[in-house]
Nanobody, 127 residues
């Protein structure tokens, strides 16, 4: 059974930094993407950043240059370094993993690509 456990959320002032972690277990599919999504109250879940097992990355336009996604395959852990945080980054952040083959036409930041999700960790940025 796939388990994804996020940690590292919290409250920071505008301009501050946070590092999210997602510990993954219970799957062996190797040709896959892992991603971070976020959802603010009343909003759609939005793709923030994604990384393929081969190291390729992609970012949402609103976080480019501020957020960095990385992975430690030996530890099966996904990270999201968030710098220069803004109040509009306030949301629940979820990690997600593709654990089976999906359409290659799906963008890595499409939630449809992912079939396993964590419970989320709250990030709050005050001005």
């Amino acid at each position: 059974q796939v388990q994804l456990v996020e940690s590292g959320g919290g409250s920071v002032r505008s301009g501050g930094s946070l590092r999210l972690s997602c510990a993954a277990s219970g799957y062996t599919y190797s040709n896959h993407w892992k991603g971070w999504f976020r959802q603010a109250p009343g909003e759609e879940r939005e793709g923030v950043a994604a990384i393929h097992n081969d190291g390729n990355t992609t970012y949402g336009d609103s976080v480019k240059g501020r957020f960095t996604i990385s992975q430690d395959n030996a530890k099966n852990t996904l990270y999201l370094q968030m710098d220069n945080l803004k109040p509009e980054d306030t949301a629940m952040y979820f990690c997600a993993v593709q654990t089976m083959s999906t359409s290659p036409a799906l963008h890595p930041l499409s939630r449809l690509r992912y079939n396993s999700w964590g419970q989320g960790t709250q990030v709050t940025v005050s001005s």
